[in-house]
């Protein structure tokens, strides 16, 4: 069933260590709805926590949608390049249009610091939404989880052409 659309207008902001609490809820829920089995979500709560710490040091911002936190991203720069560490949206409010907006904000984000590419390592379920925005895979990352492989996609984007 597709979810409805957005009628409201969204407000990003800023994060802060104040806000950790509620976008690692919103991480771990996100991630859930893909029906990962629990030992793996147990894996990634790590992966999957915010810390006023990462907040701090990272672009980390929030979109409301009036007194709702319906999702946040995450940049973590080095150098001339970031990484979209995290871009998660309530499962609610998939297919609304929040994880596009989210993804221009971060865009616009990274334009403005003049960085010369956001890199992904993407879950295999939003791959997807990333090329539809933009961003090419250059290649992949494997781990195991369960004696077997799992092969993530690692996409790239130039901010630049993307605001």
Not at 24 to 38: D, F, L, Q, S, V
Not at 47 to 57: G, K, R, S, V
Not at 93 to 102: F, N, S
């Amino acid at each position: 069933m597709r979810a409805r659309k957005a009628n409201r207008a969204m407000n990003i902001r800023q994060a802060s260590s104040q806000d950790a609490a509620e976008l690692t809820r919103i991480a771990h829920e996100a991630k859930r709805h893909w029906g990962y089995p629990e030992h793996w979500m147990q894996r990634w709560d790590a992966d999957l926590t915010i810390t006023p710490e990462f907040i701090a040091d990272n672009h980390v911002y929030i979109a409301e949608d009036g007194d709702r936190v319906s999702g946040f991203y995450a940049l973590a720069v080095k150098d001339q390049k970031a990484e979209l560490e995290h871009m998660w949206v309530v499962p609610d409010a998939i297919g609304t249009g929040v994880g596009k907006q989210l993804f221009l904000a971060a865009m616009e984000k990274a334009a403005e610091l003049k960085l010369a590419a956001v890199e992904i390592s993407s879950d295999p379920n939003a791959e997807g939404f990333y090329r539809k925005m933009g961003a090419y895979r250059v290649g992949e990352t494997t781990s195991e989880l369960d004696g077997e492989p799992r092969i993530l996609p690692r996409l790239s984007i130039d901010p630049a052409n993307n605001t």
